[in-house]
């Protein structure tokens, strides 16, 4: 077994690696870029070494600069995560070259799967099924519009090199195909350096069924069953579970055997997933192979009570695989779900900015946080906006699904947008309850999962006047034991008045809406007038912010957290993020004017798809974004005229730049 290892690569995978090896006695080596000097992998590890530059391709994407870091630090060995160079051939090779250890496959292993159409021929040799399709090597738009023609129609464009789902596009028809390829191709270009793409019939209602294998130096392959990763958004997963639900154990056999003469015809060693499409008569189809570890591992690791990188690790160093098939079996369900940093009410946009608040369910045996952030820290623009993945096991699914929804309930996050509670709609939809699942399970019941945001009820209201009120009589005490009088009426917050009740009225500002809540201060406590009616209220606020409070004589509590005027309530299961008005404060800042074309967060212009002059409708592409990681396209609001392109191809724009100058007609 190694004695030192360097792991390149960042965030959650990082963490979830130094975690093994500490437990296995195994030195480790971080690297960092400048933007992550304090991040939480740079903190736990024995050593650190900065890299370059916050952009990944001046940090985490140097080769050189990780196999330096390695030689000056003696590791023998290079854990790349997932991600960044985890699947890069010659990086692989650099390795072997300067005599450490690559943690994963040999090079030979990551070409023959690198290339989707390269990849699909092999496969076919193998005997592994395939999707009907185009994967040659002659990519001229007309011989692309003639195959997916015979293949008929909807077909799926994807990009040969990559995956993530960049580069992937749903065609319906021969008219929009030219607009659909070109996209695809712009976007595989962007991110991998490499514009070929397949073209592969669509399935109209498949699942997304992956087998986790794994394959020793000595000729040895198992498969650690599947994983259903059917529910995702732009092709990218977003819920996780293993086993995959209302599948035989005949399928689940073939599907693995399957895999493992995948990894065969290859000469694969190391952890791989062979991902497949399942068809509802139970055909499936190879789609490709990651020869990587997946972020999805750790449901893997819940149902076989296996570490998959300690398995990495044995077999990197040689040694044989830990168990053989007839030693693998199922315990039990477990569920990952991917908490974002993302916007689910405006398209998903990612978000970047500082945690200011951000807490987890506790650890257990039953449930597990992998996350590479602490509160305080950051979402940058130059890396994924994944905050963590939460992952639940339990006996059976069902039992699985309450122990999500209850782990999803007890996440906060304050700051910036997060999916938290588009994670729990989904955990409780009847379809996901049923296991009805495919891979438009969201489009699907987009309605249901992304509701529009509703007013504050009147708890939410009670609750964010109780933690202001509350505040504010804690810090009068305070003062008041600083004081020179501490029982003088004047140091008090309690409303007192001569010769009358006190009246006082906050005002909590709801999206556009002020909500007004009159109260009166009675003896230890209040009257709130609510919406719904008055209610008489006490409670404690703890400095965490955990409020208790009895409403009327109803018992209930919720975590405040208040940043400046800005007011967050996490209250059964769900958050709601008021604004306090201070009168005294002057007025509000003057509404910006609608309709401006500004760029949604930082980013780079990759297509200026009109011209200065040009008469636009509605709804029609005017620029595309390249943004953490994902293309964002930005469309005219109205019929109109482009007076001015304000920045050209390549330029770099801040959030909320105006990139176009627009009159509506």
Same mark, same amino acid.
């Given at each position: 077994?190694?004695?030192?290892?360097?792991?390149?690569?960042?965030?959650?995978? =990082?963490?979830?690696?130094?975690? %093994?090896?500490?437990? $296995?006695? @195994?030195?480790?080596?971080?690297?960092?870029?400048?933007?992550?000097?304090?991040? $939480?992998?740079?903190?736990?590890?024995?050593?650190? @070494?900065?890299?370059?530059?916050?952009?990944?391709?001046?940090?985490?994407?140097?080769?050189?600069?990780?196999?330096?870091?390695?030689?000056?630090?003696?590791?023998?060995?290079?854990?790349?995560?997932?991600?960044?160079? +985890?699947?890069?051939?010659?990086?692989?090779?650099?390795?072997?070259?300067?005599?450490?250890?690559?943690?994963?496959?040999?090079?030979?292993?990551?070409?023959?799967?690198?290339?989707?159409?390269?990849?699909?021929? $092999?496969?076919?040799?193998?005997?592994?099924?395939?999707?009907?399709?185009?994967?040659?090597?002659?990519?001229?738009?007309?011989?692309?519009?003639?195959?997916?023609?015979?293949?008929?129609?909807?077909?799926?464009?994807?990009?040969?090199?990559?995956?993530?789902?960049?580069?992937?596009?749903?065609?319906?028809? /021969?008219?929009?195909?030219?607009?659909?390829?070109?996209?695809?191709?712009?976007?595989?270009?962007?991110?991998?350096?490499?514009?070929?793409?397949?073209?592969?019939?669509?399935?109209?209602?498949?699942?997304?069924?992956?087998? #986790?294998?794994?394959?020793? *130096?000595?000729?040895?392959?198992?498969?650690?069953?599947?994983?259903?990763?059917?529910?995702?958004?732009?092709? #990218?997963?977003?819920?996780?579970?293993?086993?995959?639900?209302? !599948?035989? +154990?005949?399928?689940?056999?073939?599907?693995?055997?399957?895999?493992?003469?995948?990894?065969?015809?290859?000469? &694969?060693?190391?952890?791989? *997933?062979?991902?497949?499409?399942?068809?509802?008569?139970?055909?499936?189809?190879?789609?490709?192979?990651?020869?990587?570890?997946?972020?999805?591992?750790?449901? *893997?690791?819940?149902?076989?009570?296996?570490?998959?990188?300690?398995?990495?690790?044995?077999?990197?160093?040689?040694?044989?695989?830990? $168990?053989?098939?007839? #030693? /693998?079996?199922?315990?039990?369900? =477990?569920?990952?779900?991917?908490?974002?940093?993302?916007?689910?009410?405006?398209?998903?946009?990612?978000?970047?900015?500082? !945690?200011?608040?951000?807490?987890?369910?506790?650890?257990?045996?039953?449930?597990?946080?992998?996350?590479?952030?602490?509160?305080?820290?950051?979402? +940058?623009?130059?890396?994924?906006?994944?905050?963590?993945?939460? @992952?639940?096991?339990?006996?059976?699914?069902?039992?699985a699904v309450r122990r999500l929804r209850t782990a999803l309930s007890q996440t906060q996050v304050v700051g910036l947008g997060a999916n938290t509670e588009f994670l729990l709609a989904i955990a409780s939809h009847p379809a996901f309850l049923a296991a009805?699942?495919?891979?438009?399970?969201?489009?699907?019941?987009? %309605?249901?999962?992304?509701?529009?945001?509703?007013?504050?009820?009147?708890?939410?209201?009670?609750?964010?006047?109780?933690?202001?009120?509350?505040?504010?009589?804690?810090?009068?005490?305070?003062?008041?034991?600083?004081?020179?009088?501490?029982?003088?009426?004047?140091?008090?917050?309690?409303?007192?008045? !001569?010769?009358?009740?006190?009246?006082? %009225?906050?005002?909590?500002?709801?999206?556009? *809406?002020?909500?007004?809540?009159? /109260?009166? &201060?009675?003896?230890?406590?209040?009257?709130?007038?609510?919406?719904?009616?008055?209610?008489?209220?006490?409670?404690?606020?703890?400095?965490?912010?955990?409020?208790?409070?009895? !409403?009327?004589?109803?018992?209930?509590?919720?975590?405040?957290?208040?940043?400046?005027?800005?007011?967050?309530?996490?209250?059964?299961?769900?958050?709601?993020?008021?604004?306090?008005?201070?009168?005294?404060?002057?007025?509000?800042?003057?509404?910006?004017?609608?309709?401006?074309?500004?760029?949604?967060?930082?980013?780079?212009?990759?297509?200026?798809?009109?011209?200065?002059?040009?008469?636009?409708?509605?709804?029609?592409?005017?620029?595309?974004?390249?943004?953490?990681?994902?293309?964002?396209?930005?469309?005219?609001?109205?019929?109109?005229?482009?007076?001015?392109?304000?920045?050209?191809?390549?330029? #770099?724009?801040?959030?909320?730049?105006?990139?176009?100058?627009?009159?509506?007609?």
């Open positions: 077994m190694f004695s030192k290892i360097l792991i390149a690569n960042r965030g959650e995978i =990082a963490c979830r690696v130094i975690r %093994t090896a500490r437990r $296995l006695g @195994i030195h480790t080596v971080a690297v960092y870029s400048d933007a992550d000097a304090k991040a $939480l992998h740079v903190e736990m590890a024995d050593e650190a @070494i900065n890299i370059g530059p916050a952009p990944a391709r001046d940090s985490y994407l140097r080769a050189e600069a990780i196999l330096d870091a390695a030689k000056r630090t003696g590791a023998e060995a290079i854990h790349p995560g997932y991600g960044f160079l +985890s699947e890069n051939a010659a990086f692989a090779e650099a390795c072997a070259n300067a005599g450490v250890v690559f943690i994963g496959p040999p090079a030979s292993s990551i070409r023959a799967m690198g290339g989707k159409s390269e990849a699909k021929a $092999l496969m076919e040799t193998a005997g592994v099924p395939l999707v009907p399709g185009y994967h040659g090597e002659d990519q001229s738009p007309e011989l692309l519009r003639a195959e997916a023609k015979r293949i008929g129609f909807p077909v799926l464009i994807k990009a040969s090199a990559g995956g993530g789902g960049k580069g992937m596009r749903v065609v319906t028809s /021969l008219e929009e195909f030219d607009d659909q390829l070109n996209g695809a191709k712009r976007e595989a270009i962007n991110s991998f350096g490499d514009d070929r793409v397949l073209i592969e019939r669509y399935v109209t209602r498949p699942r997304h069924v992956e087998i #986790q294998v794994f394959a020793d *130096t000595q000729g040895n392959c198992v498969y650690l069953f599947e994983r259903d990763c059917s529910i995702q958004r732009r092709h #990218q997963k977003v819920v996780e579970e293993a086993p995959a639900p209302n !599948l035989d +154990s005949h399928t689940r056999h073939r599907m693995g055997e399957a895999a493992v003469s995948a990894a065969k015809a290859i000469g &694969y060693v190391g952890a791989g *997933t062979v991902e497949f499409l399942l068809d509802e008569d139970g055909s499936f189809f190879f789609m490709e192979m990651n020869t990587r570890l997946q972020v999805e591992h750790p449901v *893997t690791e819940y149902i076989t009570n296996q570490d998959l990188v300690e398995w990495q690790l044995r077999v990197a160093a040689g040694g044989p695989l830990p $168990l053989n098939q007839d #030693q /693998l079996s199922i315990h039990g369900h =477990a569920i990952e779900v991917r908490l974002y940093a993302e916007d689910p009410q405006k398209g998903f946009l990612p978000q970047t900015g500082r !945690l200011e608040h951000l807490a987890f369910p506790p650890e257990d045996a039953f449930v597990r946080v992998d996350t590479g952030v602490r509160s305080g820290d950051a979402i +940058s623009i130059h890396y994924d906006p994944m905050i963590a993945k939460l @992952i639940v096991w339990a006996d059976d699914r069902s039992s009805d699942l495919d891979t438009r399970f969201i489009e699907r019941h987009q %309605t249901d999962l992304l509701p529009e945001p509703a007013p504050a009820g009147d708890d939410v209201l009670a609750l964010a006047a109780l933690g202001v009120l509350l505040e504010r009589s804690a810090k009068a005490r305070d003062r008041a034991a600083a004081s020179g009088d501490p029982y003088s009426p004047w140091a008090g917050n309690d409303g007192w008045r !001569l010769n009358d009740d006190a009246h006082d %009225t906050l005002i909590l500002r709801d999206g556009g *809406t002020d909500r007004p809540v009159h /109260l009166i &201060y009675r003896r230890g406590g209040y009257r709130l007038d609510l919406p719904g009616g008055a209610v008489e209220a006490t409670g404690q606020l703890a400095e965490d912010g955990n409020l208790s409070v009895d !409403l009327g004589g109803r018992r209930t509590s919720a975590t405040i957290v208040r940043r400046g005027a800005d007011i967050t309530v996490f209250h059964q299961g769900g958050s709601h993020r008021l604004t306090l008005i201070e009168p005294l404060a002057g007025a509000d800042d003057a509404e910006a004017p609608g309709g401006k074309l500004i760029a949604p967060m930082p980013g780079r212009i990759i297509a200026v798809l009109v011209e200065t002059g040009a008469d636009v409708t509605k709804g029609q592409p005017l620029i595309v974004m390249e943004a953490m990681k994902m293309e964002h396209t930005i469309k005219a609001p109205a019929e109109g005229r482009v007076e001015k392109v304000r920045y050209a191809v390549g330029d #770099q724009v801040e959030d909320g730049a105006e990139l176009i100058v627009f009159e509506e007609a």
